[in-house]
């Protein structure tokens, strides 16, 4: 586990995980470009999300709903009204914070929500800029953090989507009508969303524009849904085990009922030892009937679902389980950032899960001037490449290309050296053990097969 951001930060620059995004011109806010190992980390998680919760489940779908949605769904959802985070500047420097923030870490107070109440507690505890010592600051105001953009052919606004669910609700109907769907059934969706920030930070913690796994999960009002909804809990908690999460790190934080929105029963984040402090992972909520009611009250089309085995026909109340892709790669990587060794053995090595890891396999040849060496692994590049996104590098010496590998966390090298022109076997050495073993080239599919699971 990576002790500090700073560390993992330069390992993802260096490595080629994650870029500050638009750096030739100075860089653009909290902005990143995931790079050459970042995007296949991210679709390595991406893919194992779907698989674990749409593609091993009958009781789940998909959609890909596009980020530009008619303004009236932000209307109906609250979002325009309400979708505020409370901003302060500092009179002296002029920087921008949340005020509930600077407040809880000063205080430990947690004031959401009350603009009056924030200032009054800012003066009263003669809270201090964190930039530049002075406690000087405007009123406390709130600040809606949806990004508006316009679109030909409309008039006013159109925001990027803040959050990718509400795409499903405004799909509920067209999934029930062409779907054999039978409560209780879940809709899921991965995809951009879009949040200005009024403090971006942290790295890909908290990012302007980032990605979200989410689920709505629809269930029959009249049936005990605590045990569903402590399922699901269990479900997300299992998922960060797999991308490598160790128990200790991550806890239940459970919303208390006096700051839960109107409409929700239970909301539950897991959170995640970041180096920087406990922070939300993602989050669990049973929103009720809320959204349905709301997009069919504003839309004027009925949002029901019917049971034709008891002829009922009813509003599904639902169960909100929403992942934040970023946070999920953040987690991953420091979960994965291992030092081990001392002196000349001292090394840096990301121990992903195989399943998620960028590379799985690296080849050398061992000297990179004799033909006959890169012919040979050339030849088992290719065996293995079709199955396994691989690595062919023949730069620099043996140890070099390990440590390298070590630092992207491929789990396997495989080196051709001069013995193997005479008996047709590689070196594969693993990445955790270091061992290294001697294979036949006709076994590695199936030593691979065996041990890449
Ligand atoms: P926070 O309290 O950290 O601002 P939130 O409670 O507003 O998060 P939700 O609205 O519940 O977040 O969004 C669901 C998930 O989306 C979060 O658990 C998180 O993983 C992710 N997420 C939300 N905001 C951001 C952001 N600005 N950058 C990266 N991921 C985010």
Redesign the pocket.
Known sequence: MADSMEKLVALCKRRGFAYLASEIYGGLANSYTYGPYGVELKNNIKQLWWKTFVHNRVDMVGIDGPILLHPKLWEASGHVGGFNDAMVDCKNCKKRYRADHLIEKATGKDLEGNLEEMSAELAKNEIKCPNCGKADWTEARFFNMMFKTEMNGLDGAIYLRP?TAGAIFIEFKNVLDTNRVKIPFGIAQIGK?F?N?IV?GNF?????E?E?M?IEYFIDPEKAWEDIFEQWFNDQMSFFLKLGAKEESLRRYEHPKEKLSHYSRKTV?VEFLYPFGW?????LANRGDFDLTQHSDASGQKLEYFDATNNRRFVPHVIEP???L???ILMTLLSAYTEEGEGEEQRVVMKFPKVVAPVKIAVFPLLRNKPELIAKAEEVFKQLNTRWHCEFDDNGNIGKRYRRQDEIGTPYCVTVDFDSLEDDSVTVRDRDTMEQSRIPISELVNYFTNNLV
């Open positions: 959050e969303a949040r920030e971006a890909i913690f908290r990012l302007r980032f979200q989410e984040d922070g939300e992972l993602c989050g929403s992942f934040g970023d946070r999920a």
